[in-house]
Structure formats: C-alpha cells, structure tokens
C-alpha cells in the first residue's frame, strides 16, 4: 500500500513550503564548473540499458538535479522555458519513496515512502536502476519541450561524470498517475532512468 507522507497540500503547497523534513533529501550545492567539454559530452551521450543498483551518491544525484531543473540564477532554469514560466515539475523515483524536486531550495521533497520503481520495468534493464526522473507539466504545447530540455541536459551531465541513463516513454503510465500527486491539468510527459554503470561495463 503506498503511503502518502502528509505535509499539507503536495506540490502546490511544496514549492510553498519553506519547512524541512527529516525524510527530504537536502542536496548539496551543484558544482557549477569543471567538466567535460560540453563538445565532448554532447559526442558521447548515449543511452544505456544497463544499470548497478548502487545508489547514487549525494552529489550525483544533486548535479542531476541541478541539471534538469536547476535554478542557475534567482529566476532562471538550467533549461529555456516558455516566458519564463518554468511550466515543468520533476520527480525522483528511488528505492525509498517518490520525491518532489524543489528547484527554490534545491531539495527533494518525499512525497511517498513507497518503492514503485517496478511501474517501469516494462523492459527488464528497469530492474536494477536507483533512480527515475519524472517529467510533467501543465501545458501541452510547451511542458513536453521542456521537459526535452531536461533530459537532454541530464543526458549531457550524465555522458560527462561516466553515468548510465535513458529517455523512458515506455512504461505504466495508468500505474504511475495512481501514485503521483498530479495537480488538475498537469499529465505525465515521459521518464529517464540514471545510475551508475555495471562493474563488467
Ligand atoms: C521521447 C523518447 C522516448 C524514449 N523511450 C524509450 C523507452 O521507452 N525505452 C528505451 O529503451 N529507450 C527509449 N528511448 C531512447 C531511444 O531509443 C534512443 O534515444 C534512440 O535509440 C537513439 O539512441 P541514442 O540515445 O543512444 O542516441 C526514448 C527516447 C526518447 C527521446
């Protein structure tokens, strides 16, 4: 039985809500420079359907984040978005429950303790992977750009710190609305699983 952590409204209130949880995921601040050439990353990202089950250090899970959905400024994303609006919201599906990534704080919010990673294994590489990102968004023409964004960025990031990760279109999406807080008129728009390669890799 999934079981929703209660906090108040879910993610309008979220985004609102300036206290902290013991279960919330405070992610460490985004190392902003260094790297692989961005030429670089952009040859080499590739998608990878195979994944170690170990789970992702802070600081990983934390640039992935960042890349996604970051705010790189007071009031502006990692990624374009339409008039600025930032009509995106990202979840982090892990193997401890369901988070709501805060842009403002740079936190993850749990919003349920429930590992539901199996509503993805409709293709077997799903298994193993410690973390799921979910995109969705309000509007329809612009919320699936955005999120095309994202994934791109995380894809980058993840070609440049050696991580394994693919864009999920195939997956229960009837399963998933049960156990995401959606707002009314804010739908799915597509996953993306990352983690860490396999040690014969
Ligand atoms: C919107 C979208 C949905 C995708 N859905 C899946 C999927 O459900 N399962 C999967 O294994 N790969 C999925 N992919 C990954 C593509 O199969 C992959 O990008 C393509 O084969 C090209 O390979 P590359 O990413 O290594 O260049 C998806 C990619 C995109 C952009």
Same mark, same amino acid.
């Given at each position: 039985m999934l079981k929703f952590i209660s906090s108040g409204c879910l993610l309008g209130g979220l985004l609102m809500?300036?206290?902290?949880?013991a279960q919330d995921i405070i992610l460490p601040p985004a190392n902003r420079t260094g790297g692989m050439s961005l030429m670089q990353a952009i040859t080499e990202r590739r998608s990878h359907r195979s994944?170690?089950? +170990?789970?992702?250090? @802070?600081?990983?899970?934390?640039?992935?984040?960042? %890349?996604?959905?970051?705010?790189?400024?007071s009031d502006k994303y990692t990624i374009p978005t339409s008039m600025g609006k930032g009509?995106?919201?990202?979840?982090?599906? +892990?193997?401890?429950?369901?988070? %709501?990534?805060i842009p403002q704080t740079h936190t993850l919010k749990q919003i349920a303790d429930t590992d539901v990673r199996s509503i993805f294994n409709t293709q077997d590489y799903m298994s193993?992977?410690? =973390?799921? @990102?979910?995109?969705?968004?309000?509007?329809?023409?612009? %919320?699936?750009?955005?999120?095309?964004?994202?994934?791109?960025?995380?894809? =980058?990031?993840?070609a440049s710190a050696g991580l394994n990760s693919v864009v999920r279109g195939y997956f229960d999406e009837a399963a998933l609305a049960q156990v995401l807080p959606l707002e009314p008129g804010?739908?799915?728009?597509?996953?993306? %699983?990352?983690?860490?390669?396999?040690?014969?890799?």
């Open positions: 809500a300036s206290s902290v949880l994944f170690s089950d +170990r789970d992702l250090s @802070l600081e990983d899970l934390s640039q992935i984040l960042y %890349a996604a959905f970051g705010l790189s400024a009509d995106l919201k990202v979840y982090a599906v +892990r193997a401890d429950g369901i988070y %709501a990534y193993t992977v410690p =973390l799921i @990102l979910v995109y969705t968004g309000t509007d329809k023409e612009n %919320a699936p750009l955005h999120a095309g964004s994202a994934y791109q960025n995380v894809g =980058l990031y993840a804010e739908f799915i728009i597509v996953s993306q %699983a990352v983690g860490y390669p396999t040690v014969d890799e």
